[in-house]
């Protein structure tokens, strides 16, 4: 097997990938700890796992702001999937039982968007104020927060609240 741990780090990483708090770094470390050999060699088995905690802990990196530890973090998880699969590594990671897709689509979901309010940008600027807003998203797949972040613009079930947001851009008084 590659690591004593699977159970419990797989659990925590599922939770993580539909929402849920950054797997623990000393839960990640145990994890590691238990994978035989020391890196991604001829023998692959434990590259996948040894690609997911790259990921996991660059997750928990960028989560409290270390953007350089994050981005070494994920060299780390790219160089052991360039050992394991050089020549499919897409194809090596769906067919992985370890989530390792799912991870990174969590990680590259933005929880926070910059939403234009489009029409507002000449009464914002002539009164000097933004011409957009920050919004906080779902940190997982659903429709709404999905279209948000594709469109930066607000979800089409939103229409009373941008209508509400122009006209009190549009009212001198405020």
């Not at 509400?164 to 008084?173: F, I, K, Q, S």
Request: charged share 25%.
């Amino acid at each position: 097997a590659c690591g004593g741990e699977d159970a419990g780090f797989l659990q925590a990483v599922e939770n993580m990938a539909i929402g849920g708090p950054a797997v623990p770094a000393a839960q990640t470390v145990r994890f590691l700890a238990g994978l035989e050999g020391d890196g991604c060699g001829k023998d692959t088995r434990c590259c996948a796992p040894r690609i997911l905690a790259a990921l996991v802990m660059a997750d928990a990196a960028a989560t409290r702001g270390a953007e350089e530890e994050a981005a070494e973090l994920l060299r780390v998880a790219q160089e052991a999937l360039t050992t394991a699969a050089p020549d499919q590594p897409l194809q090596y990671m769906l067919q992985s039982r370890w989530p390792i897709v799912d991870t990174m689509d969590r990680m590259f979901l933005k929880s926070t968007v910059d939403v234009r309010i489009d029409g507002f940008e000449d009464a914002a600027r002539a009164r000097s104020l933004p011409s957009s807003y920050r919004m906080r998203l779902f940190p997982q797949r659903e429709m709404a927060s999905d279209m948000v972040r594709y469109t930066q613009s607000p979800f089409c079930g939103m229409r009373p609240f941008v209508k509400l947001v122009d006209r009190v851009g549009r009212d001198e008084n405020c």
